[in-house]
């Protein structure tokens, strides 16, 4: 396990960077860094472990050799989260991973996808704290704000070309309460003419 391969899971900013050692048929193991670090904090302790299981060490989103978000954009926990699901998503191929973890991502992260994880291996943390009243509601909506945005994210294709009459057209379609001289106008500064329309 002393040799890791270099790994990269494209992300809507760039890419999420990522080492990994072990055989990528092993049991998944997500390992994630610790505040303003990367993923060379594992390299010491992976080799000591056992060598049947498939470690993922990821760098968060401007940290080591993941992009860095655009420039402006807040790093909050859960975009943290966030890149965790689309890294999780991509290595486990529909099975579940344990978790093997020095932040406070990983806590939030099983609290919402519980599904998703075996177990998790805190190396330092004080965990993930909720007031019971407020467990319900957080999770609903946390989940929803991901689950959305990865969905958006699948869909995404490049906008399509359309003449003048038919972006005004859908434009009044999807606002029901836009008049036609007012789509016009939002449309001047709303919409880019190319050749192609």
């Not at 002393?2 to 390992?31: D, N, R, T, Y």
């Not at 939030?108 to 943390?125: A, G, R, S, T, W």
């Not at 038919?166 to 939002?186: K, V």
Request: net charge negative; glycine share 6%; with cysteine.
């Amino acid at each position: 396990l002393g040799m890791f391969s270099e790994l990269k899971f494209p992300v809507p900013w760039g890419h999420v960077a990522a080492k990994a050692w072990g055989p990528s048929e092993g049991h998944p193991v997500l390992c994630l860094h610790g505040w303003l670090d990367n993923a060379n904090t594992f390299d010491k302790l992976i080799p000591l472990l056992p060598r049947d299981c498939y470690y993922v060490a990821m760098d968060f989103s401007g940290h080591g050799l993941s992009s860095h978000r655009p420039a402006g954009s807040p790093y909050h926990f859960l975009d943290y989260v966030t890149d965790v699901r689309r890294v999780a998503a991509d290595i486990t191929q529909c099975s579940t991973f344990l978790f093997l973890s020095y932040c406070f991502i990983s806590p939030q992260f099983c609290f919402l996808y519980p599904e998703m994880v075996d177990k998790l291996i805190l190396l330092e943390n004080l965990g993930f704290l909720l007031a019971p009243e407020d467990t319900e509601a957080w999770l609903k909506s946390e989940r929803m704000v991901i689950d959305r945005l990865l969905s958006l994210e699948a869909k995404q294709q490049i906008p399509k070309a359309r003449s003048p009459e038919a972006a005004l057209q859908r434009l009044l379609e999807a606002n029901r309460h836009l008049t036609a001289e007012g789509g016009a106008i939002l449309l001047q500064r709303g919409a880019t003419e190319t050749p192609a329309g």
